[in-house]
């Protein structure tokens, strides 16, 4: 090993060396109760590492063209209206997959079209038909009784960053509503590159898809889980094993020190990264989806590995822009709700 390289590496463990009491205790892998992934909210979007939308081997080499016919007239309930008397729009988009499902996201500023990818997570695509639909049972938060009715009729995006994303789907309207459970990830890391990624370079730089700010982020997300996937709990420990740590933050992969944070991947499906247009599922930790989805306005390489991609706008991306730029408060709400009328399948 290079002298420069451990040196780099010892100028991180000696700074953060037990710096608060009981470190044990410190490390807390749960992401934020808005449903978002703390490292995408610093305000430091990584550049795009991985390019997987032009080489994954799933999306075809030609575009499929497919027409939409929704309905024009904006429904004044959260149940669209159909009959053959409504004023209709005709879209022309392209999707990867004719037996893909196709949704129309209605919104108070205009509607999107998406393309689901059940192939590429199962349990999110039925998740979210289900509740758009009123097909899957839910607890209603105020009243603790389990309904089956749409969920996401008559909510809003109660978070919007410019620059980043769009997140709706609680149930209360904020960003602590769940349909009263929660489901596993379905995330391919292997298909992401994620295991191909050291975590440090040569020099001792962290990964920039780890979006590692400062020393502080080092210590909560790449040197605590190692001690405790190591079984270091004191100084003296850490001392006695530092070169073990060392070869082991040389050689770990971005996947696995996701891994270290609870996180668990699976090879039955495949991947995509969160770029521009996917909707992903928001959550508060590894494993714990529930009905709350984000949809992003620019790539987020960041949050690859943390959140099941299971859909992308096929058209209306202006319109995402346009909720992407109304005016919020401090916390990320807009000032004008921006309501999702409905959310419901498209019969092509």
Known sequence: MKAPSRLTVFYFLAALLFACTGFADEFDPAQDTTGADPLATSGSASTSVLEAENSATFFNSQPLSSTANINAATPIAGTLDRSSSSPTLSINFSREDFDNPVVEI????????????PDEAPLAVSNFIGLAEGT????EPESGQRVMRPLYDGTVFHRVIEGFMIQGGSPTGLGDGTPGYQFRDEINARSLGLDKMEVINDSGVPHPILAINDQNDFQQNILIPLYQQLDINSQEELELNIDLVDRRLRNMTVKES?????????????????????????????????????????????LAGKH???????????????????????EGRPLRDVEILSIRQLPL
């Open 106 to 117: 209605r919104t108070t500023l205009g509607s999107m079209i998406l393309e689901l990818f």
């Open 308 to 330: 099941t991609v299971f859909g992308k706008v096929r058209a209306g991306l202006e319109v995402l822009d346009a909720i992407g730029a109304v005016s919020v408060d401090n």
């Open 258 to 302: 996701f891994e270290n944070l609870g996180y668990q991947y699976t090879e039955r499906v495949i991947s995509r990264m969160p770029v521009r247009g996917v909707i992903a599922m928001a959550n508060s930790g590894p494993n714990s989806n529930g009905s709350q989805f984000f949809i992003n306005l620019v790539d987020t390489d960041w």
């Open 136 to 139: 899957k049972t839910w607890i």
